[in-house]
């Protein structure tokens, strides 16, 4: 079927109404892994402690972009994991004046425990695709998000996991 195929806007919608269903139920997911975030904190914030101890140490600056945070929002959530111990301010080796965020050991285990869970949840969420679905599933996924990302006003192109054939070191939810 070609682009000037009369089904395309029939599809086109149908793929929108569709994509509004998934976000919606991508916040039911989120709730089920909020769950699993320490009493009182916000699980956004958890979401930026995945990406430290995935990433490793970074500036406040680079993760709000990173994680599609305004500053002062990450700014909030950085203070909420550092109270709770759970990521530790540290000199940035290439400039000593700047301060890097990194995952402590208790925010370590913290996010392996919850990427863990995440991991289990989508393994039982697709339980029974096809290796052929999954990796169509995942190619046409990461071609969406590209193309989502470009919308950002401060595009820049994702950066892929280390080693983006391994599902487990995909970005958290």
């Known amino acids: 079927m070609s682009a000037s195929s009369p089904a395309v806007p029939?599809?086109?919608s149908e793929l929108g109404f569709e994509l509004a269903r998934h976000a919606k139920l991508l916040h039911v997911l989120k709730g089920r892994l909020a769950s699993r975030a320490p009493a009182g904190m916000d699980y956004a914030?958890?979401?930026l402690?995945?990406?430290l101890a995935r990433c490793g140490p970074r500036r406040q600056g680079e993760l709000a972009e990173v994680a599609v945070l305004d500053p002062s929002t990450t700014s909030r959530y950085?203070?909420?994991l550092v109270r709770a111990g759970l990521v530790e301010r540290q000199a940035d080796p290439d400039d000593g004046r700047a301060v890097q965020l990194m995952a402590s050991t208790g925010g370590e285990r913290l996010a392996a425990d919850?990427?863990?869970y995440r991991e289990e949840l989508i393994r039982d969420?697709?339980?029974g695709w096809s290796e052929p679905d999954l990796t169509s599933?995942?190619?046409l996924i990461r071609r969406l998000n590209d193309r989502?990302?470009?919308l950002r006003p401060s595009h820049q192109p994702a950066t892929p996991p280390p080693d983006a054939s391994d599902p487990s070191t995909e970005q958290e939810l």
């Open 148 to 150: 989502l990302d470009e």
């Open 137 to 139: 599933l995942l190619t």
């Open 114 to 116: 919850l990427t863990t």
């Open 45 to 47: 914030a958890v979401g």
């Open 125 to 127: 969420l697709l339980d």
């Open 78 to 80: 950085v203070t909420q």
């Open 49 to 51: 402690l995945v990406n």
């Open 10 to 12: 029939a599809l086109r």
